[in-house]
Every structure is written in C-alpha cells, then in structure tokens.
C-alpha cells in the first residue's frame, strides 16, 4: 500500500505542478495592481487552479458554512493545521480576498514562491522583529478589508488529538483590531496527505467548516477569545470526524 501511496504522490505532484504553470504567468501578472485589488484577483486565480489541480488528482472538496461570512464584514479566520494540503484548501476556500501567515521558508522554492509571496504573509519564526514586522503586516491586510487566515496551532499536528495548544497572536489581532473570529475546522487532510510514516498520497474527499463567528469585545481577552475558538473547534471536530 505504502508502494502505491508513493506513486500516487509523484501523480499528485506532477498535476500540481503542471497546474501550477497554466495559472503562473496571469499570477505573475497581478502585480501591476494595487492592494487589495491585487490579492482578489489572486484568490480568484487560485480558486481557478486549485479546482483543475483538485480535479486531475481525485480530491472531492466540500465547504459548507460560506454563508456565515457578513457581506461588507472582514474576519480572522482561524483553521486547524494538519497537513501541507491545508492550504490549498483555505485561501482558495475563504470568500472574498484574504491572506495567509507563512513561513518564509517556502520563499527558497523557484517559481512557487512566486505564487507563495502573493498570497501570503511572510514571517521568519527565529527573527522578533520579523514576528513585529508581520503582525504589523497583518494589521495593514485587516484595514485594507481583507480576511486574515492564521493557523493559531503554528505548526501541523501530528498528534492523535484534534488541536494542538493554540498560540495567542491570532486573538491578540482580534483584541487590537476589533475584528471577529472565525473559526474553520479541515477534515481529511491528515489521511490525504500524513505527516508521519513518510510521505504518500490518498486521493479522496475533504471538508472545511466554517463554524460561527466569534465577536469582539471591550470586556473579552485574547485568552478567553483563544480558548472559546479552541472549544468550539474542539467540539465541531470530535462531533463531525467520524461522519467524513
């Protein structure tokens, strides 16, 4: 089965890969314009090439819960983190224009970093002041009428728990700029592409929730606004995981 996980994967690549460089040069291009404009084209290019690379390698993807975004309200929109399929699933996933925190690490691929630096917000984990610089960023990305998508696990889980401890700079973000929370809960990915035991490839059928949105208050903190996200999503995983 591993054998075949593996030759599935290189089929996998290679569709991603192949789609990737139908939509490089329109992606390429969105440069010329200005913020947010630019980024709404992005994600619009993205949806286009994520749904032909989706197609040619057998994932289903479902996403219920798009009504809950407000019109005219932007939001942050916090999402479990199992596995590098997440997101491909998330930018393309959220309405309307939105940006993702990164690792800069991805920016050493050619080509694909292209694609990597519009799309997201770049941060050098070991570098305080790139965490300033990035929070600031990501501040600018909310006032511009974007969404901001974090993963407030910070790295994928890898344990056999729904979530890992969340960190506090996504609710730090919601207390500072007002914005609402909403949290995202991903089915799938984890069995699709896993973390452990090396890589191989499961074509099959994913799912992402959009759960409730999280209002802010004067009276909330970031750590009751991080520990409410962390139950709802909690509870919205253990109740749904086995039904997908």
């Not at 990597?116 to 909310?142: I, N, T």
């Not at 506090?168 to 592409?193: C, Q």
Request: aromatic share 10%; with cysteine.
């Amino acid at each position: 089965m591993k054998l075949i996980g593996r030759l599935l994967l290189g089929w996998m690549a290679f569709c991603f890969a192949f789609s990737m460089l139908i939509f490089l040069i329109p992606i390429w291009a969105v440069k010329f314009w200005p913020e947010p404009r630019k980024t709404d084209i992005m994600i619009k290019l993205s949806r286009a090439w994520m749904g032909l690379f989706f197609l040619m390698a057998g994932i289903r993807l479902t996403i219920r819960g798009r009504e809950k975004f407000a019109q005219g309200q932007n939001y942050i929109v916090v999402c479990n983190h199992n596995s590098m399929m997440d997101v491909p699933i998330t930018s393309p996933g959220i309405p309307g224009a939105n940006k993702t925190i990164a690792k800069n690490d991805m920016m050493k691929i050619p080509v694909f970093n292209i694609i990597y630096r519009r799309g997201s917000v770049l941060v050098d984990r070991k570098s305080d002041q790139s965490r300033r610089e990035s929070y600031l960023r990501m501040k600018e990305v909310l006032e511009m009428g974007m969404h901001m998508c974090i993963y407030p696990e910070g790295t994928r889980n890898k344990t056999s728990q729904p979530l890992k401890e969340f960190h506090e700079g996504a609710f730090r973000l919601a207390k500072d700029t007002g914005k609402p929370l909403m949290p995202a809960v991903i089915f799938g990915t984890a069995r699709m592409l896993p973390t452990k035991g090396g890589m191989t490839f499961r074509p099959g059928k994913l799912e992402m929730h959009f759960l409730d949105p999280i209002p802010v208050t004067e009276e909330i903190t970031a750590k009751e606004l991080k520990d409410k996200s962390f139950q709802v999503m909690w509870d919205h995983y253990e109740a749904h995981r086995n039904k997908i």
